[in-house]
């Protein structure tokens, strides 16, 4: 095994992800932390980790192994904690020797990846983030076809994501905006990192409703006008996808056409270590413009149902 990865967040919802992925790269967990220690899963990718429920023991574990003898000093830290301490997480992984591998988003506000670029700097050491769709085929044979259009051609986008969420969640540091970021950041910042990925830089963003379990809103790129919806709740699910047991709907089309991308979703994440390992990872610049896009939402006036809004919410 070739890497040493700690993973900071170990009983989270994504956490198996970053375990898997670590495995299928044949790299090595050394280390893991959460506070809490419902944490059995890591039996089933690395049985021989480490784990601490106080970040100081943490902390004190991943020096001793950076000053022990050559080899030891962990080469990855993978951070699944809570959206608003991701900052700190990687400003730690950063100075402990370790590159960075976070998941979204990469933090809550635009000015905290200009510190992030200074701590790159003074360490030598790099942030790589988990922007999954990037590495999606269908995005990207999708965004090679608008790259190879006319610079004038402007297409009309529908996004509409509903991933439905029980009572728990508002109860949970997801429910408070302070911590999360809001429900257009904690599950659309890589839909608008996408969107920005295939059309272009953005233009205009416009918010026509947001609450606590659901926002829409407007985006122009330079090549498409984008109206999204993003909602936890069950009630907006449409009723042919409920009929069929589904909780959950993804729909994006263009121009009337549906762009399919459910599958291949679960493999996402190891074909993004596959890029990080091979030097090829999405770095801080590269999340600026979602990260700008959802700070903007968060900070906006709603203006209600006006202009080009989507169509759900006339229900």
């Known amino acids: ?13 994504i956490a198996p992800r970053h375990m898997k992925a670590i495995k299928d790269t044949n790299n ?28 100081e023991r943490f902390d004190r574990h991943i020096d001793k192994l950076r000053r022990a003898d050559q080899g030891n000093a962990i080469d990855f830290i993978s951070i699944c904690s809570p959206n608003y301490l991701h900052d700190s997480h990687m400003r730690f992984a950063l100075r402990s020797g370790a590159d960075a591998i976070c998941e979204k988003p990469l933090v809550l506000n635009p000015w905290n990846i200009d510190g992030l670029l200074e701590i790159e700097k003074d360490t030598g050491n ?56 809001g429900i257009a950041t904690n599950i659309g910042v890589h ?45 907006y699910v449409p009723e042919s996808a409920k009929a069929q047991g589904q909780r959950t ?42 990260i700008e896009t959802v700070s903007h939402i968060r900070n906006s006036t709603p203006i209600g149902l006006a202009g080009d809004y989507h169509p759900f919410l006339k229900v």
Not at 1 to 13: E, P
Not at 28 to 53: E, H
Not at 263 to 289: C, K, M, P, W
């Open 249 to 290: 709907y993804r729909s994006i089309t263009v121009d009337g056409e549906e762009i399919e991308f459910s599958g291949g979703f679960t493999d996402l994440h190891t074909r993004s270590y596959q890029e990080i390992l091979a030097g090829r990872g999405f770095g801080l610049e590269e999340n600026r413009v979602a």
């Open 126 to 181: 790099k942030v790589n983030t988990i922007l999954q769709l990037r590495v999606h085929p269908s995005i990207i044979a999708l965004r090679e076809k608008v790259q190879a259009e006319s610079r004038d051609t402007k297409h009309e986008v529908d996004l509409t994501y509903i991933t439905s969420r029980g009572h728990w969640y508002l109860q949970s540091w997801k429910g408070d905006a302070k911590k999360s970021g």
């Open 1 to 13: 095994m070739d890497k040493k990865f700690a993973l900071i967040g170990a009983a989270g919802y």
């Open 191 to 235: 839909f608008y990192d996408m969107l920005h990925f295939i059309f272009g830089a953005l233009q205009e963003n416009v918010v026509h409703y947001s609450d606590d379990t659901m926002a829409a809103g407007y985006l122009e790129y330079e090549k498409a006008r984008v109206r999204w919806f993003l909602s936890v709740d069950y009630k």
């Open 28 to 55: 090595n967990l050394i280390a893991a932390l959460d506070n809490n220690d419902s944490v059995g899963i890591i039996d089933s990718y690395f049985p021989d980790a480490d784990f601490f429920t106080e970040f």
